[in-house]
């Protein structure tokens, strides 16, 4: 190479350089995307119908890409589309729950009103139907926690299961709590039957007392932690969304969470069976009164 310089007018980097084979000097113009071209080159004399060649293959990244506006307005149609049919499913979901609802409290007006089950009986059914609806939330819940993939339908059913178990908990711990458990623990008059009185026949059994002075009451406590735990995980799934996808430690925290609640759910039931298979369930027969 013999000499180098700028040439301000022309903007070209131009080097002039002795071809050893040739024995002629050589022009070597990098002015065109960094391409080594020579005088013999017709690119030098064809420079802008090759541009416009190779600018139609898109070689040029610098070159402004063309915005298919058409497409767009097409897609944007069928995301509307798409939001109209959410908001339906949506509609229909909520409305398919007060229906559902409204069919409960209907069936129990006209069990309470011909005297096919009691109050309490009522209370107790419900309570352990609940404890079977927490299940299948929890099953819901968790699946949607490890699924590997997280379209738009699987954070609908992570927020309608999580929500649903926290409600369901609330409502048989209440139940339980303030329904049921009152025609338990309930004191016998002088001279009643202990068969219609659980704690009292427990309580004067020598052999079963644990049943009243520890099954029951770790039931009591035990139960009361399902809805906080999955008021919790509930919380956490409707307020972050799709954006517990990123966070793979957040999602095994909610997952833990769930397990212990569903598993202190299952502690309390299983107390609560070994209550009922050692005292008598009599008292379910009793009238309620508030």
Same mark, same amino acid.
Do not use: K
């Given at each position: 190479m013999t000499d180098t310089y700028d040439d301000l007018d022309d903007f070209d980097k131009v080097w002039?350089?002795?071809d050893p084979l040739l024995s002629q000097e050589v022009? $070597?113009? !990098? +002015? !065109? +995307?960094?391409?080594p $071209? !020579?005088?013999d080159d017709p690119l030098v004399d064809?420079? &802008?119908e090759t541009a416009e060649e190779f600018a139609a293959y898109g070689e040029f990244d610098d070159e402004p890409t063309v915005v298919a506006l058409p497409g767009r307005d097409r897609f944007r149609g069928a995301r509307g589309s798409r939001r109209k049919t959410t908001t339906l499913l949506h509609a229909s979901t909520i409305a398919i729950m007060v229906g559902i609802g409204a069919v409960g409290v209907v069936l129990s007006l006209v069990i309470l009103m011909g005297r096919l089950l009691t109050a309490r009986q009522l209370f107790f059914m419900a /309570?352990?139907? &609940? +404890?079977?609806?927490?299940?299948? =939330? !929890? =099953? &819901?819940g968790v699946g949607t926690l490890l699924s590997s993939t997280d379209s738009r339908l699987t954070v609908a059913i992570r927020k309608l299961s999580t929500g649903s178990m926290a409600l369901l908990a609330w409502a048989a711990a209440i139940i339980g709590t303030w329904l049921v458990y009152p025609g338990y623990r =309930?004191? @016998?008059?002088?001279g009643a039957d202990l068969d219609l009185y659980p704690r009292q026949y427990l309580q004067q059994t020598a052999d079963l007392?644990? %049943?009243d002075g520890f099954a029951m009451d770790w039931k009591m406590h035990v139960g009361w932690m399902t809805p906080f735990l999955a008021t919790a995980v509930a919380f956490v799934a409707l307020r972050y969304g799709r954006r517990l996808r990123a966070d793979f430690q957040v999602r095994k925290m909610l997952t833990n969470l769930l397990v212990l609640a569903v598993a202190t759910a299952a502690i309390a039931a299983v107390l609560g069976a070994l209550v009922n298979t050692a005292a008598p369930n009599d008292f379910l /027969?009793? @009238? %309620?009164?508030p």
């Open positions: 002039y350089q002795d022009e $070597v113009d !990098f +002015g !065109f +995307g960094e391409r $071209v !020579f005088d064809d420079r &802008l /309570h352990s139907i &609940l +404890g079977v609806l927490i299940v299948n =939330a !929890f =099953a &819901l =309930a004191d @016998a008059p002088p007392r644990f %049943w /027969h009793r @009238a %309620w009164s």
